[in-house]
C-alpha cells in the first residue's frame, strides 16, 4: 500500500508535534477544582443553596469546576455547528467550508489557549518586578494618570509565567473566541487559499488576536468583556480582509461556482439558527459572573428586535423581496453590535434599537456595498461582523460618555460598573480608551492581515477552476462537476 504524503501533511504534522511539545513543557492540570471558590457572587449563591440541601455524598457541582461545561457544550454548537455552518452556502464547497473550519479550528483552539495564558503571565511578571516597591495592596493615587493606577493595581492580583500554565475548561471556552475571531476572517477567504496557506493564516491570525487582545484589555484597560465585539468581530473583520486584499485572484466573484444553490442555503440558515440559540452564551461568558443574566437577556432581546427588523429592512431596500439570507444577516449582525454594549447596564428596549440598528447597517451595506468588494470579500464580513461592529463601538462609546459619570442618564445596576470598567469615574478617559481599541483593532487586524496574506501567497495559488470548488481539496462523488481547468484537477490535500 502506498503512501501518501504532500507538503501540507508534512507541515500540518510538524505543527501538531510542536504544540504537543509546547502543552507538555508549560502547561498542566489545574486539578479537579476541588478545593477552588467561585467569584463572590456565584459562591455565595452557592452557599445559601447548600445550606438549605439535605446531606449527601455526592459530590457538590461547583466542587469540580462543572458550571462552565453548560457554556462549553454552547460555545461549541455557536463556532463548530453555527459558524461553520453558515459558511456552507457556496454550491460546491461544503466540504472545504466544514472540514477547512473544523481542521484550522482545531489549531486555532490549541495555539489560542496557550498565548491567552503566556503572554498576560509574562506581562505580569514583568508588573511584579517593576512595581516590586509599591506595595500591596494598592489604592488610586490621585498624581497618577488612570493607566499607571490600572498597572500598579494590575500587578498586586495578576499571576506570573513562574507559576506555569494552569489549564482549566474554562481556558479551552476563552479559547474559542480566538477561533471564532479566525472563523470571521475565514468568511473573506472562501474560496481564495489552500490548506497550507490557510494554516499559516490561522497560526499569524491567533498570534496577533492574542496580542491584540491583551494590549486593548488586559494592559490598556478597555472594556471586551463580553462578546468581544473589539477583539473577535472587529480584528477578525479587518484581518480577513487585509489578508484577501492580498491573495485574492483576478476577478473571483466572476467564478460561476462563487454562488450559493437552494440546498446549501438551507444548511447555512441551520448554522445561523445554531448560532441564534447560543448567542447569549456566547455573549455572556467572558462577563462578570453576577452580569451573566443580565447580559444574555440583553443579547436575546437585540437579536430576536434584528431578526424581525431584518425582514422589514429588506423589503424596504430590496424591492424584489426578501431572500432567507437576509434572516442569516439580520440575527448576526443583531449580536455583533449587541455583544459588548449588553453588559453596559441598558434597559432591553434600547438594546431591541442596538439590535435593529445592527440589521439595518447590515442591510444597508449588503444592498449598496457589499457588490462592490465581492473580490475581496466572499462571505460578507464587511457588512456581517465588520461594520456591525463599529457600530456597536459607537454604541459604546454614547453610553460611556452620557451614562458613566450617572449625571446625565441613570443606568440600572450602576454599583456593578466597577467590574465592568476598571476605569470606572472618569468619563472621558473611558470614552479615549474605548475609542483607541477600536482604532488598535481595525489597524492591528489589517495590517497583521496583510502581512499574512504576503506570506501566504509564496506558497502558491488555487486555480480559477479549482476556486470555490471541492474537487481541489477532497475526493468528490461522481456527480460532481466543475468548470475545467488545465490544472484545476491537482489535488492539494
Not at 482545531?106 to 498565548?115: H, I, K
Not at 498624581?143 to 481556558?171: M, P, Y
Not at 440583553?298 to 431578526?307: H, W
Amino acid at each position: 500500500m502506498a503512501i501518501r504524503i504532500n507538503i501540507f501533511i508534512l507541515v500540518l504534522l510538524i505543527v501538531q508535534i510542536g504544540v504537543i511539545a509546547i502543552y507538555a513543557y508549560f502547561a498542566n492540570h489545574a486539578g479537579y477544582g476541588n478545593q477552588e471558590k467561585l467569584d463572590e457572587t456565584r459562591q455565595g449563591r452557592q452557599d445559601r443553596e447548600d445550606a438549605l440541601r439535605e446531606p449527601t455524598p455526592a459530590p457538590q457541582e461547583y466542587e469540580y469546576g462543572q458550571p462552565d461545561l453548560p457554556f462549553m457544550f454552547d460555545m461549541n454548537m455557536y463556532t463548530y455547528l453555527g459558524m461553520c455552518l453558515t459558511m456552507t452556502y457556496l454550491r460546491k464547497y461544503a466540504y472545504t467550508s466544514l472540514g477547512m473550519s473544523f481542521l484550522m479550528g482545531c489549531l486555532a483552539q490549541e495555539w489560542c489557549c496557550l498565548l491567552l495564558q503566556w503572554i498576560p503571565l509574562s506581562h505580569c511578571s514583568y508588573l511584579k518586578t517593576n512595581f516590586e516597591k509599591v506595595g500591596c495592596p494598592y489604592g488610586n493615587n490621585p498624581e497618577l494618570t488612570q493607566f499607571d493606577n490600572f498597572q500598579r493595581q494590575q500587578s498586586c492580583t495578576c499571576d506570573s509565567i513562574e507559576q506555569g500554565i494552569n489549564l482549566k475548561v474554562s481556558d479551552f471556552i476563552k479559547g474559542q473566541y480566538g477561533v471564532v475571531a479566525v472563523m470571521v476572517s475565514y468568511g473573506a477567504l472562501l474560496g481564495k487559499v489552500n490548506p497550507l496557506q490557510m494554516m499559516i493564516i490561522v497560526i499569524m491570525n491567533v498570534t496577533a488576536y492574542c496580542g491584540n487582545k491583551f494590549l486593548c484589555v488586559d494592559y490598556r484597560g478597555g472594556v471586551d468583556n463580553t462578546g468581544s465585539l473589539y477583539t473577535t468581530h472587529i480584528f477578525g473583520a479587518a484581518f480577513g480582509l487585509g489578508c484577501s486584499a492580498v491573495v485574492s485572484g483576478k476577478r473571483p466573484s466572476e467564478n460561476p461556482d462563487n454562488a450559493p444553490r437552494y440546498q446549501s442555503n438551507n444548511y447555512a440558515i441551520l448554522g445561523s439558527l445554531f448560532m441564534f440559540v447560543t448567542y447569549p452564551s456566547f455573549n455572556s461568558y467572558w462577563a462578570p459572573a453576577a452580569l451573566r443574566v443580565y447580559v444574555a437577556t440583553n443579547t436575546f432581546a437585540a437579536i430576536m428586535a434584528g431578526g424581525m427588523f431584518s425582514f422589514i429592512w429588506a423589503n424596504f431596500f430590496y424591492p424584489e423581496g426578501p431572500t432567507v439570507m437576509h434572516l442569516q444577516d439580520g440575527v448576526l449582525a443583531a449580536g455583533v453590535a449587541a455583544s459588548t454594549p449588553a453588559c453596559m447596564f441598558i434597559e432591553p428596549v434600547f438594546m431591541m434599537m442596538v439590535g435593529a440598528g445592527g440589521a439595518l447597517v447590515a442591510t444597508l451595506s449588503f444592498r449598496f456595498l457589499q457588490p462592490k468588494i465581492n473580490d475581496q470579500d466572499t462571505q460578507g464580513i464587511t457588512s456581517l461582523h465588520l461594520l456591525p461592529g463599529l457600530f456597536g463601538a459607537l454604541v459604546m462609546e454614547l453610553v460611556t460618555i452620557v451614562g458613566i459619570d450617572n449625571t446625565w442618564v441613570e443606568l440600572s445596576n450602576m454599583n456593578l460598573m466597577p467590574t465592568v470598567m476598571p476605569h470606572y469615574g472618569e468619563r472621558w478617559s473611558s470614552a479615549t480608551t474605548q475609542a483607541l481599541i477600536t482604532g488598535f483593532s481595525l489597524f492591528v487586524g489589517g495590517i497583521a492581515g496583510a502581512i499574512t496574506g504576503i506570506m501566504a501567497k509564496m506558497t502558491g495559488r488555487i486555480a480559477l477552476g479549482g476556486s470555490y470548488s471541492d474537487h481541489v481539496f477532497w475526493i468528490v462523488p461522481d456527480d460532481f462537476t466543475h468548470i475545467g481547468e488545465e490544472d484545476a484537477d491537482t489535488k492539494v490535500m
